[in-house]
Each structure stands twice: as C-alpha cells, then as structure tokens.
Nanobody
Framework: QVQLAESGGGLVQAGNSLRLSCAAS????????MGWFRQAPGKEREFIAA????????YYADSVKGRFTISRDNAKNTVHLQMNSLKPEDTAVYYC??????????????????????WGQGTQVTVSS
C-alpha cells in the first residue's frame, strides 16, 4: 500500500502559479504511475495529469495542457504539479493518486479515475479573478 499527502495549495490571483506536491510512503512508489485529479463544488472528480512510473510518459487533460506540468522524483517519493497561468475555473480540491497496475498507457478518451487505487486527502486551490 501507499499513503499520499498533498501540499502546496492556496489562494492565488488569476495568471499566477502554484506548485503542488504529493509525498508518498511505501516501498513501491517508483513502480506506480501517479496522477492528479481535481474536484470543484458540485462537479465530478476529473482527471488533470498523470505520469508513468519512470516519468517517461505524461498525460494531460485538454483543459490544462500547456499550463500544467507533472513531474516526479522517485528518490524522494514525491510527485509535483506545476500550475502556471491559473484561471478562476481551476479552483478545486486537488488530489494526488497512485495506480499500482499501470498497463503502459492511458486512453484519455475514457475515464481513468478508476485506474487509481490510492488517494490523498486533497489540497484546496482557489484562483481569484
């Protein structure tokens, strides 16, 4: 198993940046694909970004492509989400998640939420206009 803890959320003005971090416990972190999701009030949890166990493959939702960057440091058991050019519609609780059974690719035409078995508690990001 793995336990995940997000940090780095906060209140920012539109156009600014935030960097979220997710610290993972457990011996097998480097073998898990990792993802970031978000959930706004009254909306379903949605996929934002994912990264393969090696970091060699990354995936992004269209809504954040070109603005957000996912990265990982397997030596430190951490994954990050650099968020630039933030918009008010990015306001949500952001969750880190782990996929222990990554098959080598994600088909983003389908929901990938259920590929991820372990979840953090979330960190609030609020973007003011």
């Amino acid at each position: 198993q793995v336990q995940l803890a997000e940090s780095g959320g906060g209140l920012v003005q539109a156009g600014n940046s935030l960097r979220l971090s997710c610290a993972a416990s457990g011996r097998f972190f480097s073998s898990y694909a990792m993802g970031w999701f978000r959930q706004a009030p009254g909306k379903e949890r949605e996929f934002i970004a994912a990264i393969s166990w090696s970091g060699g493959a990354t995936y992004y939702a269209d809504s954040v492509k070109g603005r957000f960057t996912i990265s990982r440091d397997n030596a430190k058991n951490t994954v990050h989400l650099q968020m630039n050019s933030l918009k008010p519609e990015d306001t949500a609780v952001y969750y880190c998640a782990a996929d222990p059974d990554y098959s080598g690719s994600y088909d983003l035409r389908k929901t990938v939420l259920y590929e991820f078995d372990y979840w953090g508690q979330g960190t609030q990001v609020t973007v003011s206009s």
